[in-house]
């Protein structure tokens, strides 16, 4: 299912800043964010369907904002991360979920970039449609929902004033809430600054989208008798990436985790670190390669610079996304509550989308606040001509973007606690089925009340 959805997904999201620029003829700025701004709405749409599977069907959703929610839940739902066999099955079932979605997006910048570009456009949209279509007909088939009750936490306390209740013994529907829902909301505010400092990555990653496609028109495209397009430059990076992922699930993987200890070999904020390095030295050597590019051109123009130069920040980057995003989905899904799953996992969309609308509001300041500043009086990108831009100096400042972005992050890994790090994570009497978490009529109220609770929930525990 993955990898069909992904195939249309990702041919088309390498191909419109082209099919915006050469057919519908917008220049090259206006031609980028008009597709930023066209993913990161598609990527906002992820919240929706996830909202939808959560809470209405059970993992069962549509349209390709559902599937990027709901999916990565639903085949995490197939293991139970309280047996240590399973718990490292499911380490590895986000290893093969990237997998799938590398192989189906090499399909789609080659077989169905081929398409689009040598014959008509439409056919390359027809042909994404159908295996989309293919694609829901085998999420369709199977479902599993699970509930759970999570233990009472002490950051942010303060929350805990919503699961207290006051003088009367059976509060009213909707006047307390029970423990579980406020923890809830406390892994939500948890998770939200890990989410804020991934958007600057994949901000990084829309450049490689929309400018380094355009950087590729404007170089040797020739590959001995073949004339490559160049949206299908990813597919250089996505061959390596199919390589390598096996290797670090099969080989990596299971040497760290003879030193760490932990399922995954190394934890999932630790990926994503990983992931965020990388990124930014991507975005260095973007840099270095259009001064490449435009010397060559300079010097003779009748022999551009070849296009797998792109290869390099392409592979860099497809290397920091394998961290970052296998990182991000193992880590919203086992931090997330059961009933929250697809809604933790779509959060990886809601980073996507703003990365794309920040890449829309850097070209539009960067460009006005070098307006004074360049030859053009138009600003660091502009018009048709990419050899009269200076687009490596924008690379470069999403590059020093994302070293100061990783800094950030290194302070926020470090606050943030999992689940299992909590001190307080020990399931409580009144912690558990529901119930408040205290009865505001004094200490032997308070005393009377757990002891209630404990016996209730022992009770209950009997009957299961």
């Not at 191909?15 to 917008?26: G, H, R």
């Not at 804020?196 to 950087?215: D, K, R």
């Amino acid at each position: 299912m993955a990898a069909l959805e992904n195939m249309g997904f990702v041919a088309n999201m390498v191909s419109l800043v082209l099919y915006f620029s050469a057919v519908m003829l917008l220049d090259i700025p206006t031609a980028a964010n008009t597709l930023t701004n066209f993913m990161g709405s598609t990527y906002l749409l992820t919240l929706i369907g996830a909202y939808i599977s959560d809470t209405y069907l059970s993992r069962l959703t549509l349209g390709s904002g559902g599937v990027r929610g709901a999916l990565p839940a639903l085949g995490g739902d197939q293991f139970d991360q309280k047996d240590p066999k399973e718990a490292k099955a499911l380490a590895s079932y986000f290893n093969r979920l990237l997998l799938c979605v590398t192989i189906g997006a090499a399909i789609g910048v080659t077989g169905i970039v081929w398409v689009s570009t040598k014959n008509n456009w439409y056919w390359g949209f027809f042909i994404s449609t159908v295996a989309a279509f293919v694609g829901f007909g085998f999420l369709a088939i199977e479902t599993i929902s699970k509930e759970e009750h999570i233990a009472h936490t002490n950051q942010f306390r303060f929350l805990d004033k919503a699961a207290i209740a006051c003088e009367v013994s059976n509060p009213a529907p909707g006047t307390v809430c029970s423990v579980t829902q406020v923890e809830e909301v406390k892994i939500l505010i948890r998770m939200m600054p890990i989410v804020g400092s991934t958007i600057l990555m994949n901000t990084c990653l829309a450049q490689l989208q929309t400018f380094s496609v355009i950087q590729g028109n404007f170089m040797d495209r020739q590959l001995g008798s073949i004339m490559v397009p160049a949206p299908s430059i990813p597919i250089i990076p996505l061959v390596f990436m199919s390589i390598l992922i096996p290797i670090y699930d099969l080989v990596f993987v299971p040497f760290a985790r003879k030193i760490t200890h932990h399922p995954s070999g190394i934890t999932q904020l630790q990926r994503v670190g990983v992931g965020l390095v990388l990124s930014a030295i991507s975005m260095t050597v973007a840099g270095f390669v259009e001064v490449k590019r435009k010397s060559q051109f300079h010097k003779d123009p009748l022999k551009p610079t070849s296009l797998f130069w792109l290869s390099f920040q392409y592979g860099i980057f497809g290397i920091a996304d394998m961290f970052t995003l296998v990182g991000l989905l193992e880590f919203f899904y086992k931090e997330a509550p059961a009933g929250m799953r697809s809604l933790s996992t779509s959060l990886t969309g809601l980073s996507l989308s703003f990365g794309y609308f920040l890449s829309s509001v850097l070209v539009d300041v960067v460009n006005a606040a070098t307006k004074r500043k360049t030859k053009s009086k138009q600003g660091w990108i502009y018009g048709l001509n990419l050899n009269d831009n200076n687009l490596e100096l924008f690379y470069w400042f999403l590059a020093i973007l994302s070293c100061i972005n990783f800094m950030i992050y290194l302070s926020l890994a470090s606050w943030y606690k999992y689940k299992s790090e909590d001190p307080d994570t020990k399931p409580k009497p009144n912690a558990l089925h529901g119930t408040p978490l205290i009865k505001n009529e004094g200490t032997q109220g308070n005393e009377a009340y757990n002891n209630e609770a404990a016996s209730s929930d022992q009770a209950e525990d009997g009957k299961e």
